[in-house]
């Protein structure tokens, strides 16, 4: 069998990279272990995919190199596949300012990505083991369940190692490692957080609440030698192992095992003026009332039960308002850990991009072998980022093969 592109991975990546390499007039074949295509794309976003970001552009991606996504991402920008959904009649909506999701089921979206390889004539082969790669002169050569393959370019497009029932695997570090390929530590990003013993019994009496928060880490990082924060306002939602919601998924790019989060109860507040007005103007409200006001009621209970502390506004010193400043404003928590890649929606850091081409996403020196997708080092934030990385990666890719 022989093919001038074959494309490990039916994800979103390799699905677009293939499509668009098969309307160029290319041969393609598309082979993966699992027993269905795309099926990130079918458990994303509660089941309908929030498949783009109209602000989506480079800021809002981690990398150890960080230009390398630009040239993508200018190229195959959110407003082009949104016009290929419209193309296809799927209805969206916007669920938060720039993230659209499917309306009704992101198996609608899938089924574009799969009505266009079909049309652009590609193969696609489930249920298919890779069992080696190896450089076949000016080509490359697979040993697979289906015997034999060989091609003229080999995109490798298997994602990264998060949420590993999906069938998520290493296998596309493992082929750039026996390329020579560097391939940066990864860990599980846009994951919620674990903490122990007593603040995991505490959030623990308060899942399924949620509230608006600002939340900030230091990130150990640096770009360009300046060391940066992370921080976004986002809900938190406490669970019962610890804290999730999209402030904290966002938030856990920056995190790394020993960081302290800092989360900002009342965002947009001055908390200790508020407290000083509060006790001016209503002294014999509870504390406890003025809370519950502005949080939820659980939460504002449980913060008084926590603190050991709830009376008459008029009873408060102004040392007592700052120290209930300190937390409201300024919650301190370290957790544990994350729910690791069970949970998390991406990897964070994969296959060293200052090897691969930005442009035809090409391994230096090795032009017939190409990686796309999740598995390089490139990850987004959450909200529709990471799936525009894979439209933009692969078109880049199936255009230049």
């Not at 499917?102 to 089924?111: N, P, T, V, Y």
């Not at 290493?170 to 674990?194: D, H, S």
């Not at 913060?303 to 919650?331: F, P």
Request: proline letters at 4%.
């Amino acid at each position: 069998m022989t093919y001038d592109v074959v494309v490990i991975g039916a994800g979103a990546a390799g699905l677009m990279c293939a499509l668009t390499a098969g309307y160029a007039g290319r041969r393609v074949l598309v082979v993966d272990h699992a027993n269905k295509a795309g099926k990130k794309i079918l458990m994303s976003g509660g089941g309908r995919c929030n498949f783009t970001n109209l602000a989506s552009g480079p800021a809002n991606f981690f990398s150890a190199n960080p230009h390398f996504c630009i040239s993508a991402l200018k190229r195959y920008r959110p407003e082009h596949f949104v016009e290929l959904v419209e193309r296809h009649g799927v209805e969206y909506v916007e669920k938060a300012p720039g993230q659209l999701f499917c309306a009704h089921s992101a198996k609608e979206l899938l089924g574009v990505l799969l009505t266009e390889c079909e049309w652009a004539g590609v193969e696609l082969r489930l249920k298919t083991a890779v069992t080696a790669v190896e450089r076949a002169g000016e080509g490359m050569r697979l040993e697979t369940s289906l015997g034999r393959i060989d091609c003229g370019v080999l995109v490798v497009a298997t994602g990264g190692l998060s949420i590993p029932t999906l069938g998520a695997s290493g296998f596309g570090y493992e082929i750039a490692r026996q390329f020579g390929l560097t391939v940066t530590e990864t860990r599980p990003a846009l994951v919620p957080f674990t903490l122990t013993s007593q603040w995991k019994a505490r959030c623990e009496a308060l899942a399924g609440v949620a509230c608006e928060v600002v939340v900030t880490c230091r990130d150990g990082r640096s770009l360009k030698g300046r060391s940066f924060e992370g921080r976004y306002r986002e809900p938190m939602l406490f669970t019962h192992r610890g804290l999730s919601g999209p402030a904290m998924l966002q938030i856990s790019s920056h995190w790394q095992p020993g960081d302290e989060l800092q989360i900002d109860l009342l965002p947009g507040v001055d908390a200790y003026a508020a407290l000083l007005e509060a006790r001016s103007d209503t002294p014999r409200r509870q504390l406890s009332t003025w809370l519950a006001e502005r949080l939820p009621k659980r939460l504002a209970l449980a913060l008084t039960e926590w603190h050991g502390d709830d009376g008459a506004l008029a009873d408060y010193s102004n040392a007592r308002l700052e120290g209930w400043t300190e937390a409201l404003s300024a919650w301190r928590v370290k957790p544990a850990g994350t729910e690791g890649w069970r949970t998390a929606e991406v990897t964070l850091g994969g296959v060293d991009t200052r090897a691969i081409s930005s442009k035809t996403f090409a391994v230096d020196g090795l032009p017939q072998l190409r990686f796309i997708g999740e598995v390089l080092d490139v990850t987004g934030e959450l909200g529709g980022h990471n799936f525009q990385w894979a439209w933009a990666s692969g078109v880049a890719c199936g255009s230049a093969v």
